[in-house]
């Protein structure tokens, strides 16, 4: 029972990262981004990574994501090294186990809602007829059923976020990666984002981790991470925290 017990607990691991340190430039002058970083995040989950500018946030962010690898240390994406892939096998992975959501959005300006969705699923291999039924279906899934031919510039910022959301969800990833997702959004359209991501969890068991400082993401959210000068300064489930307008537990954000 107890070697089963471990076999679950090493499942329900999505991404591992290991005494992961990343630096950048050399002798005098070199940046220790990531400084000895080791972290589980668990299948399912909604993480959201918080750190002042430079603390390393992003770096970790774009590690958990395989876009950029390690200076040394390891990362394990569903129990594969990300650093034993080729080129070929790192694209595959990002375009089918990761979905990602970026604060300026990042779709196509010329092509409609419903051709922005289906491009990473040409990519991945299936036929246009396909990837235009799976696209419509997404597109109704988070909102946008009534929007699939518009362009962007027919959107408004909710809208054209949850294309991007959408875009993300185009190759059944197991994880999503957002990084500050509500940030270009009104405080409305913000909470909808969020509600939309956390029921996204719910009801497909996506791994969502997000990049922010909107205290409502926090209050959703299963772990936060602080990170600081490249390493985590503190990780704390949401239940154990005391989370109001201005600070955390008497702590200034």
């Given at each position: ?5 471990v ?9 591992r ?10 002798g005098?002058t ?7 970083v ?12 918080m ?19 390690p200076?040394?240390?390891?990362v394990?994406i ?14 595959w ?18 092509l409609t ?10 990519f991945?291999?299936?036929?246009p007829?396909?990837?235009r039924?799976?696209a ?14 518009h362009?962007p510039?027919?959107m ?5 976020q ?5 875009r993300?969800l185009a ?11 509500t940030?270009?959004l ?9 509600e ?23 209050d ?8 600081r000068?490249?390493r985590?300064?503190?990780?704390e ?10 600070g ?6």
């Open positions: 029972m107890a070697t089963e017990a076999k679950q607990a090493v499942r329900d691991i999505v991404i990262a290991i005494g992961v340190k990343r630096y950048y430039g050399q005098d070199v940046t220790k981004a990531l400084d000895g080791t972290l589980d995040v668990y299948r399912g989950e909604y993480m959201s990574i750190g002042p500018s430079g603390s390393g946030k992003s770096t970790l962010f774009n590690m958990m994501g395989g876009i950029d690898a200076t040394e240390g390891m394990f569903d129990e594969i090294d990300v650093a034993q892939l080729d080129s070929y096998e790192l694209a992975m990002r375009c089918h186990k990761i979905g990602y959501i970026f604060q300026s959005y990042n779709i196509l300006p010329v809602a419903m051709e922005n969705v289906m491009l990473p699923m040409v991945a291999g299936l036929t007829d396909d990837a039924d799976k419509a279906g997404i597109l109704t899934k988070v909102g946008l059923g009534n929007r699939i031919f362009r510039y027919e408004s910022g909710g809208q054209q949850r294309v991007a959301v959408a993300a190759n059944d990833p197991a994880i999503i990666l957002a990084d500050e997702p940030a270009n009104d405080v409305d359209t913000g909470r909808e984002m969020i939309l991501l956390v029921e996204l969890k719910r009801t497909d068991g996506i791994t969502v981790i997000s990049a922010t400082h909107d205290m409502k993401m926090l959703v959210s299963d772990r936060i991470l602080w990170i000068d490249g985590i300064d503190r990780l489930e949401r239940k154990n925290l005391n989370i109001r307008v201005g955390i537990d008497g702590r200034k954000l």
